[in-house]
Nanobody, 122 residues
Framework: QLRLVESGGGLVQPGGSLRLSCTDPGRTFNYYVIGWFRQAPGKEREGVSCVDSSGDDADYADSVKGRFTVSRDKAKNTVYLQMNSLNLEDTGVYYC???????????????WGKGTLVTVSS
């Protein structure tokens, strides 16, 4: 069982940056595919980015391409989501999730964190 913990959310102005972190304090998740998902108020959860177990292959939603970067530091057992040029539509609760293999879709993920809130506001 993984216990994923997200951190790094907060309040930021439009155009600003945040870096989210996802880790499991008690167990390595270096062999899992990690996905970042978000849910805005009144909207359904959507996929943001995924990174494979090696950290070499990553995918992004069209809405964040060129602005967000996902990476993983295996030595620190942590996956990061660097978010730049944030806009109002990026507001939401961001979750990291893990699956041992297979597609990085919300329905396929086996483990979820509790989320961290990102608020973009002037």
């Amino acid at each position: 069982q993984l216990r994923l913990v997200e951190s790094g959310g907060g309040l930021v102005q439009p155009g600003g940056s945040l870096r989210l972190s996802c880790t499991d304090p008690g167990r390595t998740f270096n062999y899992y595919v990690i996905g970042w998902f978000r849910q805005a108020p009144g909207k359904e959860r959507e996929g943001v980015s995924c990174v494979d177990s090696s950290g070499d292959d990553a995918d992004y939603a069209d809405s964040v391409k060129g602005r967000f970067t996902v990476s993983r530091d295996k030595a620190k057992n942590t996956v990061y989501l660097q978010m730049n040029s944030l806009n109002l539509e990026d507001t939401g609760v961001y979750y990291c999730a893990a699956v041992s293999s297979g597609p990085c879709h919300a329905a396929e993920m086996n483990y979820w964190g509790k989320g961290t809130l990102v608020t973009v506001s002037s």
